[in-house]
Structures are given as C-alpha cells and as structure tokens.
C-alpha cells in the first residue's frame, strides 16, 4: 500500500474548513489536518456504513472493545498500563479539558501553561475561568526548553493545574524524562492536578521518545487526567472523539458529575473509527510518519534558501513548523504578509498567546509538490520586498 497523495483539485473538493475558508487562490498551510487520503480501513469502515444507512443514534458506551484497544496501544507503544483506569469518551480533547478544568478546580484557580501554545488552552482558561498562569517556553540553541526557575515563580497559591501540552504544539518538542519529572516535582509540591494533553503522542520522529507523563509513578498518575485521540495521527479531526484517561477515581467521579446533557451526543463515527484506527492502520501511520520526516527535513535544508531570514527549529513530532519570522521586521502577524503577499495561509503567530508575536505555524502535512509550491510562493513575496 501507498500513501496516497491528493491533488489540489481534488483537496479543493473536500468540504473542510483547511481547503475551504480562504478563496481558491489561497493555498492553506494552517489548521492541523493532513492532505493524504485516510487509511482504507478507516475509510472501508465509514463506506460500509454509508452503504447500511447506518446514521442512527450510536450504542451508549462503555465500548469495551475500544477500551481494550487503547490499553494494548498504550502497554505496546508506551509501556503504560492503563487497564482498570477510568475512561470516558468525548467529542474532542478541548471538550474534555474544559470539563476537567470546570469540575477539578474552582472559579479563579490558575492554570499553568507553557505558551507559546495551542490557541484552545487560551480559551479554554479563559472561557472557564481557570486564568492561565504563563511559564512561556524558552528558546534554547536549536530548540525550547521549560524555564523551571521562572515556573516557581509563577506558581501562586490559587494556582490549580498543569496543563501540560506533550508533544508540544507549536514547538514540535517532545518533553524528556528529566524535564517531566521536573514538572511532576513541582505538581506534587504545589498540588497541582495535571491535564496533559498526548494528542500528537503517535507523531514522533525517530530518536525522540514519548513518555506519557502517568507513567512517572503512582503518586503523579493519581492526579493526572490524560487525553488521547487518534484524530491528529490518522487524520480523523471531523469524526469528533477522543479519550479521556483518569489516574484516580475520584477525579474521574468528579468528571462525571458534569451534566451528560452539555457534552453533546456521540458522533456515530468517532469511537469506532479510533479504535480501527489504533488497532489495523499502523502500516499507514508507519508510511506517513516516514514521509512527514522527509517534509521536514526539506524544509530544514530549503529554508535558508526559500525563506531567509527565517528561523526554523526542526520539530521532534508534529508536522508544524514553527517559524520564527522576527528578524524580517513583518510585524507581530507575519501571517497577514504571507496571505496577502504570496496567497499562503498559515497559522497566525498571535493565535499562540503574545508570546507568538512574530512567529507563523507552517503546516507541512502535505505533498512534497504543494509544500514547494507553498515555498516557492513565500520566497516570491519575500524576494518581492527587496
Ligand atoms: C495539542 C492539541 N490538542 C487538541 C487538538 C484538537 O483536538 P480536538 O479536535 O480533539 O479537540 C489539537 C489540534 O490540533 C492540538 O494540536
């Protein structure tokens, strides 16, 4: 089997929000979806259904099968155990970490992030008023690394949670042993309860290791919800589920106290595509993840041609290029030039709390042909401006 490379007509086709919220002039390097074809078991699954008329309520979980399927997935790949922990099923991991920072914590309770940092935390703190307490990411040679001496200072008393992103976007770092058990350290010391996101978990190139942050002992896996999904690595952000994994059953009892009504019915899909996708769709992962490893190597090799001036810090996961456009003096949204000026759409830096003032997210999960095209466009509009 081949991985399958869309072309730009037929991702045009599509009707998502990437392909479909700028004109068609615009090509998107933003949200975070790929351009490949899905894995044909995920893909053979929802024709079947189609071919049934299957569009009715789904069956109320628990879904046992799906349970099991994560279990061997987590024991496998990340020696985790997580048979006998409470599970609970969600639209989406920002639907989850909402509920967690609702029903684990009080109104005014800080949460710790370390932004530069995906746009939801912001509002999700904001939105549950759980305010962010920042420990932004520091540049660190090639890389970002956590200020652990600024992150003591920040940690006020009212301070609730960790909310920690790992793999982190948008810096692509994958956090080692030494700095989560720094950050676990500090959790027990503050009581903090931790909600570590692990969506990109699957998404890490070779040499780097994702150690779920449970894993470091009972006494941190006691006070951490983690969410899982296979919607970043198999490409599924539509079906809408995600796994909510709770290290304790009095948070998971807290958790469910939330009224059912709020969290929306099951999308019919969602579950049983994720447990296809983490139980027969790894020879499709294994493919992807080669060629996502290749995008991003070209860009470490084009970007002082194609975009000079732009800093690029190759990304241990994810297929984010966190660009570092500040020595080119475009503004604090390099994002409006490159719309404007080479009809690129990336992420807006700002999207990433200010500490993204000059920055742009490139998405790079893309045909090597689309992802020239994209340089190509950028190094036009830059060698435009003399
Ligand atoms: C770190 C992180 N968490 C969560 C999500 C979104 O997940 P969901 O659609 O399940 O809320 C994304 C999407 O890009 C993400 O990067």
């Known amino acids: 089997m081949r991985l399958e490379l869309l072309s730009v007509q037929r991702l045009r086709a599509r009707r998502n929000n990437k392909w479909r919220h700028y ?14 074809a899905a894995a044909e078991p995920i893909r053979e699954f929802i024709a079947e259904m189609a071919e049934n008329s299957d569009f009715c309520y789904p069956l109320k979980p628990p879904y046992p099968q799906l349970e ?23 639209n989406d991991v920002v639907q989850g970490i909402c509920i967690a920072l609702k029903t684990l914590g009080d109104a005014g309770n800080g949460t710790v992030i370390q932004p530069p940092i995906y746009g939801p935390f912001l ?20 890389s970002y690394a956590i200020d652990f001496d600024q992150l003591e200072s ?57 150690i779920p942050i449970a894993t470091l002992g009972p006494e941190v896996e006691a006070r951490t919800v983690t969410f899982v999904s296979a919607s970043k690595a198999f490409n599924t952000a539509g079906l809408r589920a995600a796994l909510a994994v709770f ?4 948070l998971h009892q807290r958790f469910s106290a939330f009224p059912r009504r709020l969290r929306g019915g099951l999308n019919a899909f969602g579950a049983e595509a994720m447990r296809i996708a983490w139980s027969e769709c790894d020879d499709w992962l294994q493919q992807t993840l080669a060629y996502l490893e290749g995008n991003r190597d070209l860009l ?11 800093t690029y810090r190759k990304p241990e996961a994810t297929y984010f290029a966190w660009l570092d456009c500040r020595a080119l003096m475009l503004g604090e949204e390099p994002f409006d030039f490159f719309l404007r000026e080479a009809r ?23 045909s090597k042909e689309i992802l020239w095209q994209i340089l190509t466009r950028m190094n036009d509009s830059l060698s435009a401006r003399g």
């Open 123 to 142: 509002e999700a703190t904001r939105d549950t008023g759980r305010p962010p307490v920042f420990n932004p990411l520091v540049i660190s040679g090639e």
């Open 23 to 36: 004109p068609d002039d615009v090509l998107p390097a933003w949200v975070a979806d790929m351009d490949f």
């Open 154 to 210: 920040v940690i006020a008393e009212n301070a609730r949670f960790l909310l920690l992103c790992n793999p982190h976007n948008p810096s692509g770092r994958v956090f080692s042993r030494v700095e989560l058990e720094r950050l676990a350290e500090a959790a027990l010391r503050h009581d903090l309860v931790i909600l570590s996101d692990e969506i990109h978990a699957d998404l890490v190139y070779p040499g780097t290791e994702h």
């Open 247 to 250: 290290g304790s059953p009095s």
């Open 68 to 90: 099991r399927a994560l279990a061997e997935r987590m024991r496998q790949r990340f020696g985790w155990q997580v048979e006998g922990s409470p599970v609970e099923l969600v």
């Open 300 to 310: 470490a090799q084009a970007a002082p041609q194609e975009l000079p001036g732009v």
């Open 344 to 366: 690129v759409a990336l992420e807006p830096g700002l999207n990433f709390g200010p500490q993204g003032a000059g920055f742009a997210r490139l998405n790079f999960a893309t």
